[in-house]
């Protein structure tokens, strides 16, 4: 039996009970010869609890300190999930990001890995023990505890994954794998035994929040098999990796939503050739993620763009174009929110045309307004208002066949192997 590297999140080991039923799992996995690197979460919403007591000491608190102390609920989770594993019989031991060489670069709060030392959890596995690993977290060149960001445990079993050359990477979670769509919303939505890295990321950056898309660029770059499985049963999950090419099967594998949604329409701009670069790199600047963004002349000098952004970042990109209005030479901005984005994926589109015109012909009968479309080569996504987008993700979800069961594909590997 070969390594694996499995991811538990905080859900997984919300309490005692869990962390519990997640080490009579990995007992499961050692009996059967498998060697594990267990990289864990924070325990349930503790993470939310500590910003929150930080923001009651300081409304804009020390990024290095915020690091030092979000750092410390993963070292809380290790820590009971490697005694409940002695308890259990099972050799293991709990190692910090910076103990298992999780080197990043230095950044507070959204760090990078840059390279991982595995030295000494190949010593700890040469030893016999599961190693459990702190996500989330990791040391700058200079010595500092640096954090991920949103989704750094994912990355972090991912990238541990690739260093070691591990079988499959296992990531349990609340759900038993990835949807065709949000099971909450379309109580119709099956689970895919197999969908593509590219699909994935494109969902993942769309709103499905199982993975989060650093991870699954980190899974496409490095070759990584990823299995997204639920940590309360022994089903099957689904598979995350390249698949044979097919002419048959669905051409939409899965609809996506995001509620979080806020439009921007900065109006009179020059019409020149440096105007985008400036507005997005002064948005850039200030960490004002854009998204879908639709540039309209109305005269040869002057020109109106709109965007969007999460509706989280609103103000503070209002607050930065205000402060730059006159180098950026606008009349003025105006500014939408009570939106969401709804995205249909699926690597069938680059072959069968008039998806697009179908998605647009099923809102249009359902008397949804589309604000924004953007396009790729696997992906349509229009923003719809916000009160709209139940009806939305039900009406394609049937329209493009996601209601039953995909037909049976012969792909690369079976989720059984």
């Not at 690091?67 to 820590?79: N, P, R």
């Not at 049976?408 to 079976?414: F, H, L």
Request: charged residues 20%.
């Amino acid at each position: 039996m070969g390594l694996i590297v499995q991811k538990y999140g905080g859900t997984s080991v919300g309490s005692i009970e869990r962390i519990q039923r997640v080490a009579d799992r990995i007992v499961e996995y050692r009996q059967a010869g498998h060697d594990l690197v267990v990289v864990v979460s924070a325990m349930g919403k503790s993470t939310d609890v500590l910003v929150e007591m930080a923001k009651q000491i300081a409304v804009f608190p020390s990024e290095r300190e915020m690091d030092m102390l979000l750092s410390t609920g993963e070292q809380v989770s290790i820590a009971l999930l490697t005694m409940a594993l002695h308890q259990k019989g099972c050799d293991a031991v709990s190692l910090t990001g910076w103990q298992a060489g999780v080197r990043t670069e230095s950044v507070h709060g959204r760090a990078r890995i840059t390279e991982i030392d595995n030295q000494r959890i190949r010593d700890e596995l040469g030893n016999g023990r599961v190693v459990i690993v702190a996500g989330f977290q990791g040391v700058s060149e200079e010595g500092e505890i640096t954090t991920l960001g949103r989704g750094g445990s994912d990355t972090s079993a991912v990238v541990l994954a690739a260093s070691l050359q591990a079988e499959k990477c296992e990531i349990f979670t609340d759900v038993a794998g990835v949807y065709t769509a949000d099971p909450r919303v379309v109580p119709a939505a099956q689970k895919l035994p197999h969908i593509s890295c590219d699909e994935m990321l494109e969902l993942a950056n769309l709103g499905a929040g199982v993975l989060h898309p650093r991870s699954v660029e980190a899974a496409k770059k490095y070759r990584v098999r990823l299995v997204v499985r639920s940590s309360f049963t022994t089903e099957e999950g689904t598979y995350v990796e390249e698949v044979a090419d097919m002419e048959t099967g669905r051409v939409v594998s899965g609809v996506a939503h995001d509620e979080n949604v806020a439009k921007i329409t900065v109006i009179g701009m020059p019409s020149n050739g440096g105007t985008l670069s400036k507005l997005f790199h002064t948005l850039a600047l200030s960490q004002v993620n854009v998204d879908i963004i639709i540039q309209g002349s109305y005269d040869a000098e002057m020109t109106n763009v709109s965007f969007t952004v999460s509706a989280g970042d609103l103000h503070k990109a209002l607050d930065v174009l205000e402060a730059n209005r006159e180098a950026l030479s606008f009349e003025r901005v105006d500014h939408e929110t009570g939106l969401s984005k709804v995205s249909i994926v699926g690597a069938g589109m680059i072959n069968n045309p008039g998806v697009a015109a179908e998605m647009f012909r099923q809102l249009a009968e359902q008397e949804i307004s589309i604000k924004m479309v953007s396009t790729s080569d696997i992906k349509v996504s229009c923003v719809i208002p916000a009160e709209q987008t139940a009806v939305a993700v039900r009406t394609l979800h049937t329209a493009f066949g996601l209601d039953v069961e995909e037909p049976a594909v012969v792909y690369g590997r079976s989720a059984a192997e």
